[in-house]
């Protein structure tokens, strides 16, 4: 086996590109989402390491001896971070020039020929589901025999082998709690609606829907829901319950964990059981028997992709999801006691002026506990990526975040500039929390708990900073 090292490179102060992180950037409110995606492969490496860089605060010199210990070494990339990916890989194979070096990830899934292209250091990139591909890397099989793979031949030709069939029994997937145990500082990871320290994994991978934006399901992950059996999932809970006692939730990151009503009610009864706390990705269709199975069982929080309050919009994208079925979901979720995250999108195709206020009226009046604002962001090898350059609406470039990695507007119409997208998500933010009902709703949390007064204290002073960049680069640009 070769000694191996699963990296997350040093990038952006404060870049979240971990597992949970559909939209890679750095947050308004700083957060952390465990990467899940190395953590897997790596529990099947015998001997392996994982590194997360950006969340331990990681810089190049904190990490460059791990290139002379290493004949393997798995770098996760994405758009917005492979420039600087492919800085670490030159610096790693300039340290250690016998070291054989890969990426994973949706970028390099979706656009293997450039990105070998533009990352001489890099000997191969595997595409879409990549766990057996990397331990067949790590058994030493020669690259032309492996499935799944593109590779810079000994001729510096770039090879595409065939591609390596889905994986179906996801029970053959070991556990990725031992790997955090054993590598990462659970303290590093946290979110502003979870509680701290938390844990995430997935149950199972895919999403049947089809939003046009959604990257993973597009390139990675499949469309089809492949399920962990309740029983592996458990034994996993009851891990982290032993080993990791001071965890105080678990989300599970399935892109819809309630796509398969009567699995997530089966999941629950168990986890009750066990008396854990835990959240989860939900779609805000949920019947009121399904979030009540949940909530009695220790279901905290869903964690609700709204996208827009327009229907005409939410048609556009394909979301499947009407507004007055979201709006009854949201209420039945508050008479239940179930906090919600809810995440909405502004700049989809369709959107406008009077439909941006459309739908800061909507999350004002659905009013979830907290929410995230998002700018339209077409990844490549999404339908929104494909629409959005033959309509002209962006011009194909891999340009998404700032220098400082903050989110910019990529698409821009015709009648609806990307600068006023832009600035709408800033007034989103202010008219929604800053409302004395949701003011005295946060403040009363912070008074019922001491540690919670002291996290969104923290938090009000990174959201003001994010506030602040944004005038600065108003003010340069």
């Known amino acids: 086996m070769m000694r191996t090292l699963f990296l997350q490179a040093p990038s952006f102060d404060g870049y979240d590109g971990g597992a949970g992180a559909r939209y890679q950037m750095k947050r308004e409110v700083k957060s952390f989402w465990y990467p899940t995606w190395l953590a897997q492969p790596a529990a099947l490496v015998e001997g392996s390491k994982l590194i997360d860089a950006p969340a331990h605060g990681l810089g190049w010199d904190d990490i460059s001896h791990e290139a002379d210990e290493r004949d393997l070494v798995i770098l996760h990339t ?42 001489p250091a890099v000997d191969f990139v595997a595409r879409n589901e990549f766990d057996f591909t990397i331990l067949d890397v790590a058994m030493g099989l020669p690259l032309p025999d492996i499935a799944g793979i593109s590779y810079r031949n000994e001729a510096g030709e770039i090879v595409h082998n065939a591609d390596r069939p889905v994986l179906e ?72 319950q032993a080993e990791m006692p001071e965890v105080k939730e678990i989300f599970f990151d399935d892109d819809t964990l309630t796509d398969n009503l009567p699995r997530v009610e089966e999941l629950a009864v168990e986890l009750g059981r066990l008396g854990v706390v835990w959240s989860c990705n939900a779609k805000a269709n949920v019947p009121y028997k399904t979030l009540k199975v949940m909530k009695d069982n220790g279901l905290r929080l869903l964690l609700v992709g709204y996208e827009s309050g327009n229907q005409q919009i939410l048609h556009n994208i394909k979301k499947g999801m009407r507004t007055d079925v979201a709006r009854r979901f949201t209420k039945d979720c508050h008479a239940l006691g179930i906090v919600i995250h809810g995440t909405f999108i502004l700049g989809l195709p369709g959107e406008t002026e009077e439909t941006i206020e459309e739908t800061i009226e909507y999350a004002k009046d659905i009013d979830p506990h907290t929410i995230q604002v998002s700018l339209a962001a077409p990844y490549p090898g999404t339908f929104l990526y494909r629409q959005a350059t033959e309509n002209g609406w962006f011009d194909g470039g891999d340009h998404l975040l700032t220098d400082g990695g903050d989110q910019i507007a990529q698409l821009s119409y015709p009648h609806l500039p990307a600068a006023v997208i832009y600035h709408k998500v800033e007034e989103f933010y202010k008219r929604f929390y800053f409302r004395p009902s949701k003011i005295w709703s946060i403040v009363s949390e912070m008074l019922r708990d001491w540690d919670m007064m002291k996290r969104r204290l923290r938090e009000g002073v990174e959201f003001f900073d994010f506030l602040r960049r944004r005038k600065e680069a108003d003010a340069a640009g």
């Open 78 to 119: 994405s758009t917005p971070s492979f420039r600087q990916d492919v800085r670490t890989a030159e610096l790693l194979k300039a340290r250690n020039p016998k070291l054989v070096i890969g990426m994973i990830g949706a970028k390099v899934a979706v656009e293997p020929q450039t990105s070998l292209e533009a990352a």
């Open 169 to 240: 029994n996801m029970d053959l997937l070991p556990f990725v709690a031992p790997v955090y145990k054993r590598d990462l500082q659970l303290e590093k990871y946290f979110g502003g609606y979870l509680l701290h320290p938390y844990v995430s994994f997935y149950t199972g991978r895919g999403c049947k829907s089809r939003c046009t934006f959604c990257l993973w399901p597009q390139t990675v992950g499949g469309h089809n829901y492949r399920t962990r059996s309740i029983a592996h999932v458990i034994e996993e809970v009851k891990y982290v």
